[in-house]
T-cell receptor, first 116, second 113 residues
Framework: DTEVTQTPKHLVMGMTNKKSLKCEQH?????MYWYKQKAKKPPELMFV???????INESVPSRFSPECPNSSLLNLHLHALQPEDSALYLC???????????????FGAGSRLTVL | LAKTTQPISMDSYEGQEVNITCSHN???????ITWYQQFPSQGPRFIIQ???TKVTNEVASLFIPADRKSSTLSLPRVSLSDTAVYYC??????????????FGTGTLLAVQP
């Protein structure tokens, strides 16, 4: 299995809702990432987990709450979002093998979020 | 963190070779250069990675000069399906705080028939 699977593909939520985005990989990768991408912009790094521990938080508002329950799963919990949070949310994973050079990101297809 | 600079857009015709250059003046000694391709509403896809000189795979070549302050992605004989945004990233990406993988602005390649 060489894929990163993201669910749901599309999500519409109100500003008072609580929802979650899910990401799963079975490649044995030990680093997992959340990126946010607005239309016609590059992906922006949000969070990085290394060996199931949060290693990078790019000053993301607390209405976004990441969780890494195990080495294969990554969640992004959403609460009290704003319309400007509407975007494509991309999950990625990579190995942590320092002996083989730089790690390559494998991305999922993304979850398209619309906040009303 | 090594910042990257690329042309915003490029145009080409089917069958031509396309070269996209990326500047990364403050690349660190241990950093690698990786290129990704992204189609609309999809996640970026790995194309090629290198550290120095030239790397070639089945879809592209990557040229890196000795000073490593820039790199050039070469796509041979492009087709309409190569129309996409191309990003170069610099870093090692092990997930630690010193190894962030940050996307630059990217280059939108438009291939015409």
């Amino acid at each position: 299995d060489t894929e990163v699977t993201q669910t749901p593909k599309h999500l519409v939520m109100g500003m008072t809702n609580k929802k979650s985005l899910k990401c799963e990989q079975h490649m044995g990768h030990r680093a997992m990432y959340w990126y946010k991408q607005k239309a016609k912009k590059p992906p922006e790094l949000m969070f990085v987990y290394s060996y199931e521990k949060l290693s990078i938080n790019e000053s993301v508002p607390s209405r976004f709450s990441p969780e890494c329950p195990n080495s294969s799963l990554l969640n992004l919990h959403l609460h009290a979002l704003q319309p400007e949070d509407s975007a494509l949310y991309l999950c990625a994973s990579s190995q942590m093998d320092k002996s083989s050079g730089a790690n390559v990101l494998t991305f999922g297809a993304g979850s398209r979020l619309t906040v009303l | 963190l090594a910042k990257t600079t690329q042309p915003i857009s490029m145009d080409s015709y089917e069958g031509q070779e396309v070269n996209i250059t990326c500047s990364h003046n403050n690349i660190a000694t241990n950093d690698y250069i990786t290129w990704y391709q992204q189609f609309p509403s999809q996640g970026p896809r790995f194309i090629i990675q290198g550290y120095k000189t030239k790397v070639t795979n089945e879809v592209a070549s990557l040229f890196i000069p000795a000073d490593r302050k820039s790199s050039t992605l070469s796509l041979p004989r492009v087709s309409l399906s190569d129309t996409a945004v191309y990003y170069c990233l610099v870093g090692r990406g092990y997930g630690g705080a010193t190894n962030k993988l940050i996307f630059g602005t990217g280059t939108l390649l438009a291939v015409q028939p």
